[in-house]
Protein backbone atom coordinates (compact mmCIF):
# COMPACT_ATOMS: atom_id res chain seq x y z
CA UNK A 1 0.00 0.00 0.00
CA UNK A 2 1.38 3.39 -0.58
CA UNK A 3 1.96 5.87 2.14
CA UNK A 4 -1.09 7.75 0.90
CA UNK A 5 -3.27 5.39 2.10
CA UNK A 6 -1.67 5.22 4.91
CA UNK A 7 -4.16 5.39 8.11
CA UNK A 8 -2.78 7.18 11.52
CA UNK A 9 -3.82 8.75 14.61
CA UNK A 10 -2.51 10.09 17.75
CA UNK A 11 -3.13 10.31 21.08
CA UNK A 12 -2.58 13.54 23.64
CA UNK A 13 -1.68 12.83 26.73
CA UNK A 14 -0.49 14.89 29.24
CA UNK A 15 1.75 16.64 26.44
CA UNK A 16 2.83 13.02 24.95
CA UNK A 17 1.84 11.72 21.85
CA UNK A 18 1.19 8.26 20.63
CA UNK A 19 1.00 7.49 16.70
CA UNK A 20 -0.13 4.43 14.61
CA UNK A 21 0.76 3.84 11.31
CA UNK A 22 -0.53 0.76 9.27
CA UNK A 23 0.11 -1.28 5.82
CA UNK A 24 -0.99 -4.06 3.84
CA UNK A 25 0.94 -6.63 3.52
CA UNK A 26 0.82 -10.33 1.88
CA UNK A 27 0.80 -13.45 3.49
CA UNK A 28 2.46 -15.86 3.26
CA UNK A 29 1.90 -19.40 2.39
CA UNK A 30 0.71 -22.13 4.65
CA UNK A 31 3.99 -23.18 6.78
CA UNK A 32 4.72 -22.69 10.38
CA UNK A 33 8.11 -20.86 11.28
CA UNK A 34 10.33 -21.98 14.27
CA UNK A 35 10.57 -19.92 17.55
CA UNK A 36 14.24 -18.68 16.84
CA UNK A 37 15.87 -17.68 13.78
CA UNK A 38 19.47 -18.58 13.13
CA UNK A 39 19.40 -16.87 9.26
CA UNK A 40 19.77 -13.68 11.00
CA UNK A 41 22.78 -11.51 12.02
CA UNK A 42 23.64 -11.55 15.81
CA UNK A 43 22.90 -8.03 17.03
CA UNK A 44 22.92 -8.49 20.19
CA UNK A 45 24.10 -6.12 23.00
CA UNK A 46 25.30 -5.93 26.66
CA UNK A 47 22.22 -4.59 27.84
CA UNK A 48 19.72 -7.20 25.67
CA UNK A 49 19.35 -9.20 29.20
CA UNK A 50 17.89 -12.59 28.63
CA UNK A 51 14.34 -12.59 29.83
CA UNK A 52 11.98 -15.88 28.07
CA UNK A 53 9.05 -15.54 30.27
CA UNK A 54 6.46 -17.84 30.76
CA UNK A 55 3.20 -17.68 28.74
CA UNK A 56 1.39 -15.64 28.24
CA UNK A 57 3.32 -12.66 28.19
CA UNK A 58 1.60 -8.99 29.43
CA UNK A 59 2.27 -5.50 29.00
CA UNK A 60 0.59 -2.67 30.51
CA UNK A 61 1.06 0.93 28.64
CA UNK A 62 1.02 3.20 31.83
CA UNK A 63 1.20 6.86 30.39
CA UNK A 64 -2.45 8.40 30.72
CA UNK A 65 -4.58 9.28 33.28
CA UNK A 66 -3.16 9.80 36.81
CA UNK A 67 0.14 9.50 36.28
CA UNK A 68 1.77 9.90 40.00
CA UNK A 69 2.05 6.21 40.64
CA UNK A 70 1.34 5.46 44.35
CA UNK A 71 2.52 2.51 46.24
CA UNK A 72 -0.78 1.13 45.79
CA UNK A 73 -0.21 0.81 42.10
CA UNK A 74 2.94 -1.21 42.01
CA UNK A 75 1.86 -4.55 43.10
CA UNK A 76 -0.70 -4.57 40.33
CA UNK A 77 2.22 -2.94 37.66
CA UNK A 78 3.73 -6.06 39.13
CA UNK A 79 1.60 -8.69 37.41
CA UNK A 80 2.41 -7.02 33.95
CA UNK A 81 5.87 -8.76 32.14
CA UNK A 82 6.50 -5.22 30.20
CA UNK A 83 4.97 -1.49 31.78
CA UNK A 84 5.57 1.73 30.17
CA UNK A 85 5.03 4.81 32.59
CA UNK A 86 4.52 7.54 31.77
CA UNK A 87 5.40 10.99 34.26
CA UNK A 88 8.26 12.07 32.09
CA UNK A 89 8.77 15.77 32.51
CA UNK A 90 11.49 16.87 34.40
CA UNK A 91 9.64 18.45 37.44
CA UNK A 92 8.13 15.21 38.42
CA UNK A 93 9.62 14.00 41.49
CA UNK A 94 10.51 17.49 42.53
CA UNK A 95 7.37 18.03 45.28
CA UNK A 96 6.45 14.14 45.49
CA UNK A 97 6.61 11.87 48.43
CA UNK A 98 7.98 9.05 46.77
CA UNK A 99 10.85 9.11 43.59
CA UNK A 100 10.85 7.52 40.45
CA UNK A 101 13.29 4.73 41.60
CA UNK A 102 11.06 4.16 44.64
CA UNK A 103 8.26 3.12 41.80
CA UNK A 104 10.49 1.00 39.33
CA UNK A 105 12.56 -0.38 42.86
CA UNK A 106 8.83 -0.92 44.26
CA UNK A 107 7.45 -2.48 41.05
CA UNK A 108 10.64 -4.98 40.78
CA UNK A 109 10.25 -6.17 44.71
CA UNK A 110 6.61 -6.98 44.22
CA UNK A 111 6.76 -8.90 40.76
CA UNK A 112 7.11 -12.76 40.90
CA UNK A 113 7.59 -12.44 36.83
CA UNK A 114 11.14 -10.26 36.85
CA UNK A 115 8.81 -6.95 35.53
CA UNK A 116 10.71 -4.67 33.04
CA UNK A 117 9.76 -1.36 33.30
CA UNK A 118 10.80 1.38 31.01
CA UNK A 119 9.87 5.09 30.85
CA UNK A 120 8.06 6.68 28.19
CA UNK A 121 9.68 10.01 26.39
CA UNK A 122 8.70 11.70 22.83
CA UNK A 123 10.88 14.16 21.28
CA UNK A 124 9.57 13.89 18.06
CA UNK A 125 8.86 17.41 18.44
CA UNK A 126 8.86 20.23 21.53
CA UNK A 127 7.26 22.93 22.30
CA UNK A 128 7.53 26.54 20.81
CA UNK A 129 7.93 28.22 24.06
CA UNK A 130 11.36 26.02 25.97
CA UNK A 131 9.58 27.78 29.06
CA UNK A 132 6.38 25.57 28.85
CA UNK A 133 8.18 22.40 27.52
CA UNK A 134 8.20 19.53 29.54
CA UNK A 135 11.59 18.85 28.20
CA UNK A 136 13.24 22.41 28.92
CA UNK A 137 16.83 21.30 29.20
CA UNK A 138 16.70 19.27 25.85
CA UNK A 139 14.97 22.13 24.28
CA UNK A 140 17.45 24.51 25.08
CA UNK A 141 19.95 21.77 23.41
CA UNK A 142 17.78 21.99 20.36
CA UNK A 143 17.79 25.66 20.28
CA UNK A 144 21.56 25.90 20.77
CA UNK A 145 21.60 24.00 17.48
CA UNK A 146 18.98 24.95 15.65
CA UNK A 147 17.94 21.31 14.95
CA UNK A 148 14.58 22.64 14.16
CA UNK A 149 12.83 21.25 10.65
CA UNK A 150 12.29 24.04 8.02
CA UNK A 151 10.12 24.79 5.34
CA UNK A 152 13.55 25.66 3.84
CA UNK A 153 17.32 25.58 4.32
CA UNK A 154 17.95 26.17 7.84
CA UNK A 155 16.32 29.73 8.86
CA UNK A 156 13.00 31.42 8.86
CA UNK A 157 9.57 29.36 9.16
CA UNK A 158 9.37 26.51 11.18
CA UNK A 159 7.74 23.20 10.50
CA UNK A 160 4.73 22.46 12.98
CA UNK A 161 3.79 19.38 14.15
CA UNK A 162 0.57 18.66 11.93
CA UNK A 163 -1.26 17.34 15.43
CA UNK A 164 -0.56 20.07 17.69
CA UNK A 165 0.20 24.13 16.44
CA UNK A 166 2.26 24.80 19.72
CA UNK A 167 4.77 21.97 18.96
CA UNK A 168 7.85 22.31 17.05
CA UNK A 169 9.05 19.22 14.08
CA UNK A 170 12.52 18.38 15.22
CA UNK A 171 15.08 17.72 12.57
CA UNK A 172 16.59 14.12 14.03
CA UNK A 173 18.07 13.39 10.74
CA UNK A 174 22.23 13.32 10.06
CA UNK A 175 21.50 16.40 7.81
CA UNK A 176 21.17 17.91 11.08
CA UNK A 177 24.68 19.07 12.78
CA UNK A 178 26.04 17.38 15.74
CA UNK A 179 26.52 19.11 19.01
CA UNK A 180 29.78 20.28 18.89
CA UNK A 181 30.67 19.94 22.73
CA UNK A 182 29.35 16.26 22.73
CA UNK A 183 29.33 15.22 19.38
CA UNK A 184 25.79 13.98 19.55
CA UNK A 185 23.18 13.89 16.78
CA UNK A 186 19.68 15.19 17.74
CA UNK A 187 18.42 11.84 18.67
CA UNK A 188 21.54 10.81 20.16
CA UNK A 189 21.27 14.28 22.79
CA UNK A 190 17.75 12.89 23.19
CA UNK A 191 18.57 9.34 24.34
CA UNK A 192 21.39 10.93 26.80
CA UNK A 193 19.45 13.32 28.07
CA UNK A 194 16.67 10.50 28.64
CA UNK A 195 19.17 8.91 30.83
CA UNK A 196 20.48 11.36 32.57
CA UNK A 197 17.42 12.83 33.55
CA UNK A 198 14.72 9.79 34.04
CA UNK A 199 17.98 6.93 34.90
CA UNK A 200 21.01 8.85 36.38
CA UNK A 201 19.02 11.60 38.12
CA UNK A 202 20.17 15.19 37.72
CA UNK A 203 21.62 17.84 40.32
CA UNK A 204 18.64 19.70 39.45
CA UNK A 205 15.73 16.92 39.61
CA UNK A 206 17.54 14.36 42.05
CA UNK A 207 14.16 12.85 42.92
CA UNK A 208 13.48 11.86 39.13
CA UNK A 209 16.44 9.16 38.89
CA UNK A 210 15.47 5.63 38.89
CA UNK A 211 18.82 4.07 38.51
CA UNK A 212 16.88 0.47 38.33
CA UNK A 213 14.65 1.44 35.01
CA UNK A 214 15.38 -1.06 32.62
CA UNK A 215 14.95 0.77 29.56
CA UNK A 216 13.59 4.02 27.78
CA UNK A 217 10.29 3.84 25.38
CA UNK A 218 10.61 5.93 23.32
CA UNK A 219 6.93 7.63 21.20
CA UNK A 220 6.42 8.05 17.54
CA UNK A 221 9.05 5.62 16.83
CA UNK A 222 8.36 5.87 12.68
CA UNK A 223 9.25 4.05 9.57
CA UNK A 224 9.06 7.75 7.95
CA UNK A 225 7.89 11.64 9.20
CA UNK A 226 4.81 12.92 8.82
CA UNK A 227 5.53 16.48 7.54
CA UNK A 228 6.94 17.79 4.55
CA UNK A 229 10.22 20.67 5.09
CA UNK A 230 13.67 20.94 4.01
CA UNK A 231 15.13 17.88 5.78
CA UNK A 232 18.19 17.70 3.88
CA UNK A 233 19.26 21.51 5.16
CA UNK A 234 21.11 22.16 1.62
CA UNK A 235 19.17 22.74 -0.98
CA UNK A 236 16.65 25.02 -0.11
CA UNK A 237 13.94 23.09 -1.13
CA UNK A 238 10.85 21.46 0.36
CA UNK A 239 11.38 17.46 0.95
CA UNK A 240 8.20 15.48 0.65
CA UNK A 241 7.59 12.67 3.51
CA UNK A 242 7.76 10.46 1.00
CA UNK A 243 10.91 10.71 -0.23
CA UNK A 244 12.54 7.50 0.41
CA UNK A 245 15.81 9.35 0.96
CA UNK A 246 14.58 11.16 3.40
CA UNK A 247 12.69 8.05 5.12
CA UNK A 248 16.17 5.93 5.45
CA UNK A 249 17.81 9.08 7.18
CA UNK A 250 15.09 9.76 9.62
CA UNK A 251 15.13 6.28 10.17
CA UNK A 252 18.72 6.66 10.93
CA UNK A 253 17.48 9.19 13.50
CA UNK A 254 15.34 7.00 15.29
CA UNK A 255 18.16 4.29 15.23
CA UNK A 256 20.50 6.59 17.27
CA UNK A 257 17.95 6.94 20.20
CA UNK A 258 18.09 2.75 20.58
CA UNK A 259 21.52 2.54 19.75
CA UNK A 260 22.39 5.55 22.48
CA UNK A 261 20.62 4.01 24.90
CA UNK A 262 21.94 0.49 24.78
CA UNK A 263 25.03 2.00 24.98
CA UNK A 264 24.29 3.70 28.55
CA UNK A 265 23.24 -0.15 29.28
CA UNK A 266 19.82 0.09 29.12
CA UNK A 267 17.24 -1.55 26.81
CA UNK A 268 15.23 0.60 24.03
CA UNK A 269 11.67 0.17 22.73
CA UNK A 270 9.67 2.60 20.58
CA UNK A 271 6.35 3.27 19.11
CA UNK A 272 6.99 0.56 16.08
CA UNK A 273 3.26 -0.38 14.58
CA UNK A 274 4.25 1.40 11.40
CA UNK A 275 7.78 -0.26 10.88
CA UNK A 276 6.07 -2.39 8.14
CA UNK A 277 5.14 0.41 5.74
CA UNK A 278 9.27 0.73 5.16
CA UNK A 279 8.70 -2.11 2.08
CA UNK A 280 8.45 0.24 -1.02
CA UNK A 281 7.33 -2.45 -3.34
CA UNK A 282 4.29 -2.10 -5.68
CA UNK A 283 3.51 -5.78 -3.74
CA UNK A 284 5.24 -6.03 -0.72
CA UNK A 285 6.00 -9.03 0.92
CA UNK A 286 7.38 -9.44 4.10
CA UNK A 287 10.70 -8.34 4.02
CA UNK A 288 11.66 -7.56 7.93
CA UNK A 289 15.26 -6.01 6.53
CA UNK A 290 12.97 -3.11 4.44
CA UNK A 291 13.49 -1.02 7.89
CA UNK A 292 17.03 -0.68 7.13
CA UNK A 293 18.83 1.30 10.04
CA UNK A 294 16.27 0.14 12.92
CA UNK A 295 16.69 -3.44 11.81
CA UNK A 296 17.41 -4.63 14.74
CA UNK A 297 18.05 -1.75 17.17
CA UNK A 298 15.26 -1.63 19.31
CA UNK A 299 14.23 -4.54 21.56
CA UNK A 300 10.78 -4.25 21.06
CA UNK A 301 7.94 -1.57 21.09
CA UNK A 302 4.06 -1.28 21.11
CA UNK A 303 1.97 -2.60 17.97
CA UNK A 304 -0.69 0.11 19.07
CA UNK A 305 -4.20 -0.79 18.70
CA UNK A 306 -4.15 -4.20 16.68
CA UNK A 307 -7.63 -4.48 17.07
CA UNK A 308 -10.61 -2.89 18.72
CA UNK A 309 -10.53 0.81 17.59
CA UNK A 310 -11.62 2.07 14.43
CA UNK A 311 -8.55 2.86 13.05
CA UNK A 312 -6.85 -0.70 13.75
CA UNK A 313 -5.81 -2.79 11.15
CA UNK A 314 -8.24 -5.47 11.71
CA UNK A 315 -10.77 -3.05 11.45
CA UNK A 316 -10.38 -1.52 8.56
CA UNK A 317 -7.75 -4.37 6.38
CA UNK A 318 -9.08 -7.13 7.86
CA UNK A 319 -7.54 -9.95 9.98
CA UNK A 320 -4.47 -11.65 7.43
CA UNK A 321 -2.86 -8.09 7.41
CA UNK A 322 -3.12 -7.48 10.73
CA UNK A 323 -1.70 -10.89 11.20
CA UNK A 324 1.22 -10.37 9.04
CA UNK A 325 2.14 -6.81 10.35
CA UNK A 326 2.38 -8.49 14.01
CA UNK A 327 4.80 -11.70 12.45
CA UNK A 328 6.90 -8.51 10.74
CA UNK A 329 6.96 -6.63 13.91
CA UNK A 330 8.08 -9.29 15.67
CA UNK A 331 11.09 -10.29 13.73
CA UNK A 332 12.52 -6.56 13.01
CA UNK A 333 12.87 -5.98 16.58
CA UNK A 334 15.86 -7.00 18.51
CA UNK A 335 16.16 -9.61 21.73
CA UNK A 336 14.41 -9.97 24.10
CA UNK A 337 11.68 -9.09 21.86
CA UNK A 338 9.92 -7.03 23.91
CA UNK A 339 7.01 -6.52 21.38
CA UNK A 340 3.38 -5.00 23.03
CA UNK A 341 0.39 -6.48 21.18
CA UNK A 342 -2.05 -3.97 21.98
CA UNK A 343 -5.85 -4.28 21.77
CA UNK A 344 -8.03 -0.95 22.56
CA UNK A 345 -11.90 -0.80 23.52
CA UNK A 346 -12.38 -3.02 25.97
CA UNK A 347 -15.18 -2.71 28.39
CA UNK A 348 -14.93 -4.09 31.99
CA UNK A 349 -16.90 -7.23 30.53
CA UNK A 350 -14.13 -8.13 27.84
CA UNK A 351 -16.70 -6.99 24.63
CA UNK A 352 -15.52 -4.02 22.24
CA UNK A 353 -17.01 -1.77 19.31
CA UNK A 354 -16.81 -4.88 17.04
CA UNK A 355 -18.28 -7.19 18.73
CA UNK A 356 -20.79 -6.76 22.54
CA UNK A 357 -20.50 -10.27 23.32
CA UNK A 358 -19.32 -10.42 26.55
CA UNK A 359 -15.08 -11.63 27.03
CA UNK A 360 -15.43 -12.83 23.12
CA UNK A 361 -13.38 -9.47 22.34
CA UNK A 362 -10.68 -10.07 24.89
CA UNK A 363 -10.45 -13.85 24.13
CA UNK A 364 -9.82 -13.49 20.51
CA UNK A 365 -7.16 -10.79 21.47
CA UNK A 366 -5.88 -12.46 24.31
CA UNK A 367 -5.35 -15.98 21.85
CA UNK A 368 -4.62 -13.90 18.69
CA UNK A 369 -1.32 -12.01 20.69
CA UNK A 370 -0.62 -16.04 21.48
CA UNK A 371 0.12 -17.26 18.37
CA UNK A 372 3.59 -15.54 18.53
CA UNK A 373 5.53 -14.44 21.09
CA UNK A 374 4.43 -10.84 21.67
CA UNK A 375 3.17 -8.97 25.54
CA UNK A 376 -0.41 -8.48 25.50
CA UNK A 377 -2.09 -5.49 26.28
CA UNK A 378 -5.14 -4.80 26.53
CA UNK A 379 -7.25 -1.79 27.95
CA UNK A 380 -10.67 -0.79 29.03
CA UNK A 381 -9.79 2.75 28.60
CA UNK A 382 -8.77 5.44 26.02
CA UNK A 383 -5.66 7.17 26.18
CA UNK A 384 -3.70 4.18 28.27
CA UNK A 385 -4.58 4.72 31.62
CA UNK A 386 -3.12 2.54 34.60
CA UNK A 387 -4.69 0.98 37.60
CA UNK A 388 -4.46 4.19 39.80
CA UNK A 389 -7.68 5.56 38.01
CA UNK A 390 -9.75 3.08 39.07
CA UNK A 391 -9.79 1.04 35.86
CA UNK A 392 -9.75 -2.86 34.64
CA UNK A 393 -7.10 -4.29 34.18
CA UNK A 394 -6.90 -8.00 34.95
CA UNK A 395 -9.28 -10.54 33.28
CA UNK A 396 -9.24 -14.53 34.34
CA UNK A 397 -7.41 -15.18 31.21
CA UNK A 398 -4.19 -13.72 32.70
CA UNK A 399 -3.78 -16.19 35.36
CA UNK A 400 -6.51 -18.68 34.51
CA UNK A 401 -8.91 -17.28 36.98
CA UNK A 402 -6.19 -17.67 39.74
CA UNK A 403 -3.84 -20.58 38.77
CA UNK A 404 -0.90 -18.11 38.04
CA UNK A 405 0.99 -15.94 35.72
CA UNK A 406 2.86 -17.81 33.40
CA UNK A 407 0.45 -20.60 33.82
CA UNK A 408 0.71 -21.85 30.47
CA UNK A 409 4.69 -22.10 30.39
CA UNK A 410 6.26 -22.56 27.60
CA UNK A 411 5.76 -23.29 23.73
CA UNK A 412 6.06 -27.07 22.87
CA UNK A 413 8.89 -28.07 20.96
CA UNK A 414 7.36 -29.03 17.72
CA UNK A 415 5.23 -27.08 14.96
CA UNK A 416 2.29 -27.22 17.24
CA UNK A 417 4.34 -24.65 19.51
CA UNK A 418 6.40 -22.60 16.96
CA UNK A 419 4.93 -19.28 16.19
CA UNK A 420 2.16 -19.58 14.25
CA UNK A 421 2.25 -17.89 10.56
CA UNK A 422 -0.86 -19.62 9.27
CA UNK A 423 -4.10 -21.68 10.37
CA UNK A 424 -4.14 -25.04 12.48
CA UNK A 425 -7.69 -25.97 11.26
CA UNK A 426 -8.57 -25.48 7.25
CA UNK A 427 -12.00 -24.03 8.69
CA UNK A 428 -13.68 -21.00 6.54
CA UNK A 429 -11.83 -18.65 4.34
CA UNK A 430 -8.96 -17.91 7.39
CA UNK A 431 -9.08 -21.08 9.05
CA UNK A 432 -8.84 -21.65 12.57
CA UNK A 433 -5.05 -20.94 14.42
CA UNK A 434 -3.87 -22.37 17.55
CA UNK A 435 -0.56 -22.97 19.32
CA UNK A 436 0.36 -25.42 22.06
CA UNK A 437 2.04 -24.74 25.14
CA UNK A 438 3.07 -27.21 28.15
CA UNK A 439 0.50 -26.20 29.99
CA UNK A 440 -2.74 -25.58 27.48
CA UNK A 441 -3.38 -24.71 23.72
CA UNK A 442 -4.37 -21.42 22.51
CA UNK A 443 -6.82 -21.04 19.76
CA UNK A 444 -8.09 -18.31 18.00
CA UNK A 445 -10.96 -17.68 14.64
CA UNK A 446 -10.17 -14.58 13.14
CA UNK A 447 -12.99 -12.38 11.91
CA UNK A 448 -14.57 -12.86 8.38
CA UNK A 449 -14.28 -16.49 9.39
CA UNK A 450 -17.67 -17.07 10.37
CA UNK A 451 -18.45 -19.61 13.30
CA UNK A 452 -16.48 -22.62 13.20
CA UNK A 453 -16.72 -26.10 15.00
CA UNK A 454 -13.47 -28.31 16.45
CA UNK A 455 -14.17 -31.89 16.76
CA UNK A 456 -12.90 -33.91 19.32
CA UNK A 457 -10.66 -35.34 17.35
CA UNK A 458 -8.84 -32.69 15.85
CA UNK A 459 -8.23 -31.28 19.39
CA UNK A 460 -6.25 -34.58 19.70
CA UNK A 461 -8.83 -36.20 21.70
CA UNK A 462 -9.72 -35.65 25.57
CA UNK A 463 -6.50 -33.99 26.64
CA UNK A 464 -7.99 -30.33 27.46
CA UNK A 465 -10.31 -28.81 29.68
CA UNK A 466 -11.48 -25.43 30.84
CA UNK A 467 -10.04 -23.26 33.50
CA UNK A 468 -12.44 -21.96 35.95
CA UNK A 469 -13.15 -18.77 36.10
CA UNK A 470 -15.53 -16.49 37.64
CA UNK A 471 -16.09 -13.84 35.07
CA UNK A 472 -17.30 -16.11 32.19
CA UNK A 473 -18.76 -19.31 33.78
CA UNK A 474 -20.58 -20.48 30.83
CA UNK A 475 -16.66 -20.32 29.03
CA UNK A 476 -14.37 -20.73 31.65
CA UNK A 477 -16.30 -23.61 33.98
CA UNK A 478 -13.30 -26.05 34.73
CA UNK A 479 -14.94 -29.08 32.32
CA UNK A 480 -13.27 -31.59 30.82
CA UNK A 481 -13.45 -31.23 26.80
CA UNK A 482 -14.93 -34.33 25.70
CA UNK A 483 -16.40 -33.19 22.73
CA UNK A 484 -16.32 -30.66 20.23
CA UNK A 485 -16.16 -27.06 20.88
CA UNK A 486 -17.68 -24.22 19.07
CA UNK A 487 -16.55 -20.76 18.43
CA UNK A 488 -18.35 -17.99 16.97
CA UNK A 489 -16.49 -15.70 14.42
CA UNK A 490 -13.97 -13.55 15.74
CA UNK A 491 -13.76 -15.58 19.01
CA UNK A 492 -10.75 -17.49 20.67
CA UNK A 493 -10.52 -19.56 23.51
CA UNK A 494 -7.42 -20.90 26.36
CA UNK A 495 -7.89 -24.43 27.22
CA UNK A 496 -5.25 -26.44 29.38
CA UNK A 497 -3.93 -29.17 29.53
CA UNK A 498 -5.15 -32.36 31.73
CA UNK A 499 -2.37 -33.92 32.25
CA UNK A 500 0.60 -30.54 31.95
CA UNK A 501 3.97 -31.50 30.21
CA UNK A 502 7.04 -32.00 32.01
CA UNK A 503 9.11 -28.78 32.14
CA UNK A 504 12.75 -29.38 30.11
CA UNK A 505 13.99 -26.71 32.31
CA UNK A 506 13.36 -23.73 34.28
CA UNK A 507 13.35 -21.22 31.44
CA UNK A 508 14.53 -18.29 34.25
CA UNK A 509 13.30 -14.46 33.12
CA UNK A 510 16.02 -12.87 33.85
Not at 157 to 183: A, E, K, L
Not at 273 to 297: C, E, F, M, R
Not at 301 to 325: I, P, Q, R
Not at 453 to 458: A, M, Y
Request: contains cysteine; charged residues 20%.
Amino acid sequence: MKRSAVVRTKHIVSGAVLTLGIVSVAMSSYAQVPEFRHDQPDNRHPSDSIYQPDFPRLGMIYIGGDQTYPSTAWPIMAKFNVVVMGGGWETWGDNRAWTRGNVVDGVHAASKIGTKIFQYVDFESVEIEPASDIYPTYNATVQANNWWLYANGTSGPVVMSPDNSNFTVINQTHWSPRDPVTGYYPFQAAAKYSYDMFIAGTTAHPRNAAPNMDGIYLDNDWDAPDANGDWKRTDGVTDSDTDPVVDTEYRAGNADFAEETRRLGKLALGNNGNWPLASTATNPATDPQAIGPLYLKCNGGVDEAVLGASFSYETWAGFTVAMEHYTDLMEMVAEPKLEMFNQEGLTDTGSDPYDSTPYHALRYGFAWALMNNGYYAGETAADHIGPSYGTQVWFDEYDAGGIGQGYLGQPTKDWNGAVQTNARWNKGPLGVWAREFEGGIAIMNPKGNGPVTISLEELGGPIWKHFLGTEDPSTNDGRDVTESITLADRDGVILLRRHPLPREDQHPFR
